[in-house]
């Protein structure tokens, strides 16, 4: 079956412009995850849904990043007034629930460059 | 969530069986051992997970300390498709949903 997706594979973006980030997850997976893997660095968690609703928005490094999802489904990651450090590898997950026997499925990721 | 320690990197020969170890030695006994793998230019995917038992999967083997202090993912016979960084990960028994990602060990499979 289909696995998870994200669009744009690609974005180049010019620094303060915004960005959103689009994630379709497997039919059916509850729970939707956002990472994060920047150059040379490990994956570090941003956010993560449990159907339309955000328990945990910790991980988002700023006041300019903020996701949504709805309908159980689609979720967009949205940066506002991107800074070069924004340039990073954004990686979408979901899994049938949340919890920790639950694998979950990645995406292939958005390639994000702020230049 | 306990950390983990692994080696940045290992080198195995293709169709060679290669050992992935793992030290976590401030597991808690709800903690579950998980390992992803990430190929490179894709996103992470789940290899195997378990508690206590050694487990196997079609994919690898897992085999745990009797303290849990520590773990080997075992792959039976490595092929090219292997190479790839490879993480260990504990998970918090039912309520923990996130992955915290460390370095990994980085295999390199020679043909």
């Known amino acids: 079956g289909a696995g998870v997706s994200q669009s744009p594979s690609n974005k180049v973006t010019e620094k303060g412009k915004d960005v959103e980030l689009r994630c379709d997850p497997i039919?059916?997976?509850?729970?939707l995850y956002w990472y994060r893997q920047s150059l040379g660095q490990g994956l570090e968690f941003l956010i993560y849904?449990?159907?339309?609703?955000?328990?945990?928005k910790s991980g988002l490094p700023s006041d300019r990043f903020s996701a949504e999802r709805t309908g159980g489904s689609v979720s967009t990651l949205t940066i506002q007034r991107t800074q070069q450090e924004d340039s990073a590898v954004y990686l979408c997950?979901?899994?049938?629930?949340?919890?920790?026997?639950?694998?979950?499925?990645f995406g292939p990721g958005t390639r994000l460059t702020v230049t | 969530d306990a950390k983990t320690t692994q080696p940045n990197s290992m080198e195995s020969n293709e169709e060679e069986p290669v050992h992935l170890p793992c030290n976590h030695s401030?597991?808690?006994?709800?903690?579950?051992i998980h390992w992803y793998r990430q190929l490179p230019s894709q996103g992470p995917e789940y290899v195997i997970h378990?508690?206590?038992s050694n487990v196997n999967n079609r994919m690898a083997s897992l085999a745990i300390a009797e303290d849990r202090k520590s773990s080997t993912l075992i792959l039976h016979r490595a092929t090219l498709r292997d190479a790839a960084v490879y993480y260990c990960?504990?998970?918090?028994?039912?309520?923990?949903?996130?992955?915290?990602f460390g370095k990994g060990t980085l295999l390199t499979v020679n043909p």
């Open positions: 849904f449990q159907g339309n609703s955000a328990p945990d």
């Open positions: 039919s059916g997976h509850t729970a």
């Open positions: 378990g508690l206590t």
């Open positions: 990960i504990l998970r918090r028994g039912g309520s923990n949903y996130k992955l915290t």
């Open positions: 401030t597991i808690s006994g709800t903690d579950y």
């Open positions: 997950a979901s899994s049938l629930a949340a919890g920790g026997f639950n694998e979950q499925y």
